[in-house]
């Protein structure tokens, strides 16, 4: 039988399946993809706890759909960093990406008319899970490339260390398994 780590965040109670990452560490899979109820309550709760912001940006692909719903909910855009350039991408702005959950590094890229279209606007980063903080630094190094200020860094989870930061906003911590 799978090991499980049981989450409650936003109300909303999930058994959370046991992967590891090599011999000595396991970490809980959180996955907002397809839990509507999950991704709609999170989405509320975080808008309740993060400063006014005009754009939220975000990291292809888990992010997304939080995201979303977060822009949804407050009726303010979102713009998701692209892992990779695309071809409607006029201008690509890029700059790499290492997470805990991906063995290589990773590209994370937005067009520059949507960088130019954060610029004098209040950003808050966004994304579902902060674990190393790799992912934020390259969110942050994009929102850095326009003349927008950052005025938050949300999570519904905070892995790890990373629950100790004073830098971020999320709604609860989420332990790593040290075998």
Avoid: W
């Amino acid at each position: 039988m799978r090991k499980t780590y049981t989450l409650t965040v936003a109300g909303v109670t999930r058994e959370l399946p046991l992967c590891p990452v090599n011999e000595k560490l396991d970490i809980a899979a959180f996955v907002m993809f397809s839990d509507v109820e999950l991704t709609i309550a999170c989405a509320k709760a975080l808008l309740e706890k993060v400063p006014e912001f005009d754009v939220i940006l975000t990291a292809e692909a888990k992010g997304i759909p939080l995201a979303y719903e977060m822009s949804r909910q407050s009726g303010k855009p979102y713009i998701p960093a692209r892992k990779g350039p695309k071809l409607y991408m006029e201008d690509p702005v890029i700059v790499e990406d290492v997470s805990i959950t991906t063995a290589a590094a990773q590209k994370l890229v937005v067009d520059r008319k949507d960088l130019d279209g954060m610029d004098g606007k209040r950003i808050l980063i966004v994304d579902d899970v902060i674990s190393t903080g790799g992912s934020l630094h390259a969110l942050d190094a994009l929102a850095a490339k326009s003349k927008g200020t950052v005025v938050g860094r949300a999570a519904v989870l905070a892995e790890g260390d990373a629950a100790d930061r004073k830098d971020i906003i999320f709604l609860e911590p989420l332990p790593l398994f040290f075998k």
